[in-house]
């Protein structure tokens, strides 16, 4: 999946913001709260790690390319290294699930914001 693509998905949710850290990553977030990290190599997205629920952990793990996410709470963030190990639509599913696993579990005045 293209960096161009990813962005677009992530930014067409909601308040969603981004922001480059940890040198060279993208983190996109709603209400300061982290959902997608990409890893950047120049132009392009070398890597993305998005949130999941705990049930789909073990499924997500066991696709090649696909493993736990290095510094993130464990069993709940998984590291795509490999960006063709799930198909565009999917993945664009799956940072959905990731914003709406975040947004769950912000105050409620500030999910009402986030759906006027």
């Not at 993305?48 to 963030?77: M, N, S, V």
Request: hydrophobic share 50%; charged share 25%.
């Amino acid at each position: 999946m293209r960096l161009e693509r990813l962005q677009a998905c992530a930014l067409a949710l909601p308040q969603a913001t981004v922001v480059k850290q940890w040198g060279e990553h993208l983190v996109f977030k709603v209400a300061g709260k982290m959902f997608l990290i990409v890893a950047l190599d120049g132009a392009l997205a070398e890597g993305a790690t998005f949130k999941c629920a705990p049930e789909e952990f073990d499924d997500l793990t066991a696709i090649d390319g696909i493993a736990q996410a290095p510094y993130c709470a464990k069993r709940h963030w998984v590291h795509v290294a490999d960006l063709d190990a799930l198909p565009a639509a999917e993945f664009e599913r799956r940072i959905r699930h990731s914003y709406a696993l975040v947004t769950a579990k912000l105050p409620k005045k500030v999910q009402a914001t986030l759906n006027p």
